[in-house]
């Protein structure tokens, strides 16, 4: 199946009628009060901005494009401007965009293409993420979409420029001595955005375990969407 016919399918093609479009995405949802954003400054968290049936297809998609065919992998890439929003990718790239303050306007208004790389994750049972901080090569304004299991990220400031480089380059190795940390419950259709502070001064990480319990119960497939560096791109 192709990206096309899936997104016709998701969000109906041209020719359907815009009532199909409103029941997979709401068009405006209202910011919610976000409280564990607030204590990471530039941490925008929507909740429920995909619908249930939407997210569905998406886990289908993703598993099947990504994971598929004896694949071990549970990590997918893709490289190249997100501006198709007739494809599954690009279409959620123009969702970030369009979202009402999910990434600063100094963000949206400084890029001609918002996005031109993405990032698949699938996490099982008992895996997850080390704290990490994005590679560097990626600019301000990262975001990610949720599918599947419900899952806890855990951030953490990184105050020293030291400890920030090491936890650009090592995922799972990052030295915080800040005791603060912030845990942000993300379920299917949620999507988060990391500008500024929470982009380049906080790591992300999504631990094996919260309070004794796998952190992951069901299968969790993210899209992370990014933008290269200007001097990265070299197209
Ligand atoms: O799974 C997620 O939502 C985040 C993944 C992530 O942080 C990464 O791939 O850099
Ligand atoms: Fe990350």
Known sequence: M??????GELFGSDESDADQTEAAVDPEPEPEPEPEADLVPGLA????????????????WLSREYFSG????????????LTDSSTPLGCLAQLAGALPGLLPESVRGSRRVLFDQAIVNMYDSDEGIGD?????????????????GAATMRLRPVA???DRELAARYAGEAQSRDPREVSVRLCA????????????????????????????????????LRKLCADQDRR
Do not use: E, K
């Open 2 to 7: 192709s990206d096309r016919v899936l997104f």
């Open 45 to 60: 968290v929507r909740r429920g901005v995909l619908d249930d049936a939407t997210c569905a297809q998406y886990f289908d």
């Open 70 to 81: 004896g694949r071990r992998a549970n990590q997918g890439m893709h490289f190249g401007a």
């Open 132 to 148: 990490h901080i994005d590679l560097l090569r990626f600019a301000d304004g990262i975001v990610g979409f949720s599918f599947g």
């Open 160 to 162: 020293r420029g030291r």
């Open 189 to 224: 259709g949620d999507v988060y955005a990391m500008s500024g502070p929470a982009r380049f001064a906080w790591t992300h990480g999504f631990p094996r375990s919260v309070d004794g319990a796998p952190n992951v119960a069901a299968r969790r497939i993210s899209v992370t």
